[in-house]
C-alpha cells in the first residue's frame, strides 16, 4: 500500500477485556515494530519483527502483551485483560531492512490506534 | 541500555526565528532520525542520517557520530513547525531496538 495502516482508529474498552489492534505495513517492507505513546511522552519500543526471524519482545511490558505477523505482512498487537495503564496510543511502523550491510532505512509510521480503557 | 537525551524539552519561538535542537547519545548507533509528530499525532520523517549532513529546505541536520550527537536546525520557522521533534536511534548488537528520545516541544507563536 502507499503507506502504513492500522485499524481501528480509536477504541474503548471495558477494564479486563481483551484488544486486538491491526497493521498493515508498508508493501516489500520485511522490518515492523510496534510502540506505545503515553499521553505527552515519547514512544516506547514494544516489539520488533524482521522477515521469519525471532520478534526482539524486549519491549513487551507484561505477558498480557503478544503480538503476531504472518510473513512480511500485517501483524496483530494483543492486550489481554486489559488495565487502564494500558491506555495510549498504539503505533506501527515498517521499514527496509538491508541485509548485506545489516541495517534498516527509515521506519515509516502509521496514524496509531488510541486505545482507552474504561 | 543506550541512553537519548533531547534538549531543550520545551522551546518557544517567534515566527521567522531560527533554532537548533539537540540529541545526545551513549552508544554506538546503526542510525538516527528525526521525526516531527504534529498536532493530530501523525509522526512525518524529516530526516535519516546516520552521520553526515542534509538539508531539506528550512530544515538541516547534522549527525557526528563519532562524538554521539545530532543536530537538527530550523531556520525561519513557522507556525506550521508547532509539534514535537524526536530524535530516534537504531541500537547496535543485540538486536535492533529503536530508542526515542524524549522529544522537544515546539511552539512558534504568529
Known amino acids: 500500500g502507499a503507506g502504513v495502516s492500522q485499524s481501528p482508529s480509536n477504541k474503548v474498552t471495558e477494564k479486563g477485556k481483551d484488544v486486538e489492534l491491526r497493521c498493515d505495513p508498508i508493501?516489500?517492507?520485511?522490518?515492523l515494530y510496534w510502540y506505545r505513546q503515553r499521553l505527552g511522552q515519547g514512544l516506547e519500543f514494544l516489539i520488533y519483527?524482521?522477515?521469519?526471524?525471532?520478534?526482539?519482545k524486549s519491549g513487551l511490558p507484561s505477558d498480557r502483551f503478544s503480538a503476531e505477523r504472518t510473513g512480511e505482512s500485517v501483524s496483530t498487537l494483543t492486550i489481554q485483560r486489559t488495565q487502564q495503564e494500558d491506555s495510549a496510543v498504539y503505533l506501527c511502523a515498517s521499514s527496509l531492512w538491508v541485509g548485506t550491510g545489516s541495517f534498516h532505512y527509515e521506519q515509516y509510521f502509521g496514524p496509531g490506534t488510541r486505545l482507552t480503557v474504561t | 541500555g543506550i541512553q537519548v537525551e533531547q534538549s531543550p524539552p520545551d522551546l518557544i519561538l517567534q515566527e521567522g526565528a531560527n533554532s537548533t535542537l539537540r540529541c545526545n547519545f551513549s552508544d554506538s548507533v546503526n542510525n538516527l532520525q528525526w521525526f516531527h509528530q504534529n498536532p493530530w499525532g501523525q509522526l512525518i520523517n524529516l530526516f535519516y542520517?546516520?552521520?553526515g549532513t542534509k538539508q531539506n529546505g528550512r530544515l538541516s541536520a547534522t549527525t557526528v557520530a563519532t562524538e554521539r550527537y545530532s543536530l537538527l536546525y530550523i531556520s525561519s520557522s513557522q507556525t506550521t513547525d508547532s509539534g514535537v521533534y524526536f530524535c530516534?536511534?537504531?541500537?547496535?548488537?543485540?538486536?535492533?531496538?529503536?530508542?526515542f528520545g524524549a522529544g522537544t516541544r515546539l511552539f512558534v507563536k504568529a
Open positions: 542520517i546516520p552521520s
Open positions: 519483527f524482521q522477515g521469519n526471524s525471532a520478534p526482539d
Open positions: 508493501s516489500g517492507h520485511t522490518a
Open positions: 530516534a536511534v537504531e541500537t547496535q548488537g543485540g538486536g535492533f531496538k529503536t530508542i
